[in-house]
């Protein structure tokens, strides 16, 4: 498959997770925010891996962009503690070792402990 020919799909493709993303937290639907970073993000592990990095740009920006807004959804959430542990167990079972997620997974482990 050659990235010429996928790449406007790719763009279509972020601009689609970015507006979901940015619709949900402007009507702080936080728990739909964390349901939907959880769907979105088998989409984006789904996407092709080139060998050349700069074509996994749009790859790498998705996950960032379902990262950061799980983030700000957990702190504006106000979630019960049984939530961030059930959201926390979510979140391992997608993400890979060293992935965006980790900083979701620190500060839930952080607010659990309190």
């Known amino acids: 498959m050659a990235y010429n ?5 790719l763009a279509s493709f972020r ?4 507006e ?7 009507g702080e639907q936080w728990s739909a925010v964390v349901d939907y970073t959880i769907l979105a993000w088998g989409y984006v592990q789904g996407t092709p891996v080139w060998d050349n990095p700069a074509h996994n740009s749009t790859r790498k920006a998705c ?4 990262a950061s807004a799980a983030l700000n959804a957990l702190k504006a959430g106000r979630f019960a503690p ?10 391992k079972k997608i993400s890979p070792a060293a992935s965006e997620l980790d900083v979701c997974i620190k500060y839930i482990d952080k607010s659990t402990k309190d």
């Open 5 to 9: 020919r996928v790449s406007t799909h």
């Open 15 to 18: 601009r689609v997770v970015n």
């Open 82 to 91: 049984d939530n961030l542990k059930e959201i926390r167990q979510k979140f």
């Open 20 to 26: 979901g993303v940015k619709c949900l937290q402007s």
């Open 63 to 66: 996950f960032k962009i379902l």
